[in-house]
């Protein structure tokens, strides 16, 4: 079945940097956008990033756009975002998920991992 | 970019009653909208995808209807595990999330 498990959450301090990893199972992931979605505490749904199947093509939220960096291993089944500069509002239970399509738009998100919270304070 | 808009906030019902909850797009996405469900602690559960497409597996009393900019996801018969909160995203042009609209017994 269709796995996603993200790892590498943590409490990290104001300015410093993170990597978040997405080990997926059970579908063919070079054929498919993949994408990290963030929830606040208490929040709502943020998307954050997408990357396309090939990593050709990358967008980001106007949030996090020069800070974060969406990136994928297809050798390796694994979907990457590595987080740097990071700040108070960055605290968030980070998901992946898996978009519909090989491309970077028109996707909706049929699976998600269970997500990693990531805690930004000093 | 896209910003949408869920009402109500919140929601109280009794299992077995009908309920609907509102999406509006700030403009027309088409039918470029998905609807989640979620329970505190779990991740999203994808419901209705294209505005009223059935996901594999979703109980049939759940449905979505509308198109342009406004969007309603019908739930015919409340059931005890329903009571979540909800939300609707488009992705018509990159992605936006609406706020969520939680469903809480009456």
């Known amino acids: 079945q269709v796995q996603l498990v993200e790892s590498g959450g943590g409490v990290v301090q104001p300015g410093r940097s993170l990597r978040l990893s997405c080990a997926v199972s059970?579908?063919?992931?070079?054929?498919?956008?993949m994408h990290w979605v963030r929830q606040a505490p208490g929040k709502g749904l943020e998307w954050v990033a997408v990357?396309?199947?090939?990593?050709?093509?990358?967008y980001y939220a106007d949030s996090v756009r020069g800070r974060f960096t969406i990136s994928r291993d297809n050798s390796k089944n694994t979907l990457y975002l590595e987080m740097s500069s990071l700040r108070a509002e960055d605290t968030a239970v980070y998901y992946c998920a898996k978009g519909t399509s090989g491309n970077y738009y028109l996707h909706y998100f049929d699976y998600w991992g269970q997500g990693t919270l990531v805690t930004v304070s000093s | 970019d896209i910003q949408m808009t869920q009402s109500p906030s919140t929601l109280s019902a009794s299992v077995g009653d009908r309920v609907s909850m509102t999406c509006r797009a700030s403009q027309s996405i088409s039918s470029w909208l998905a609807w989640y469900q979620q329970k505190p602690g779990k991740a999203p559960n994808l419901l209705i995808y294209?505005?009223?497409s059935l996901q594999s597996g979703v109980p049939s009393r759940f449905s979505g209807s509308g198109s342009g900019t406004e969007f309603t996801l019908t739930i015919s018969s409340l059931q005890p595990d329903d009571f979540a909160t909800y939300y609707c995203q488009q992705y018509s042009n990159y992605y936006t999330f609406g706020q969520g609209t939680k469903l809480e017994i009456k």
């Open positions: 294209k505005a009223s």
């Open positions: 990357i396309s199947y090939d990593g050709g093509n990358k």
């Open positions: 059970g579908f063919t992931f070079n054929h498919y956008g």
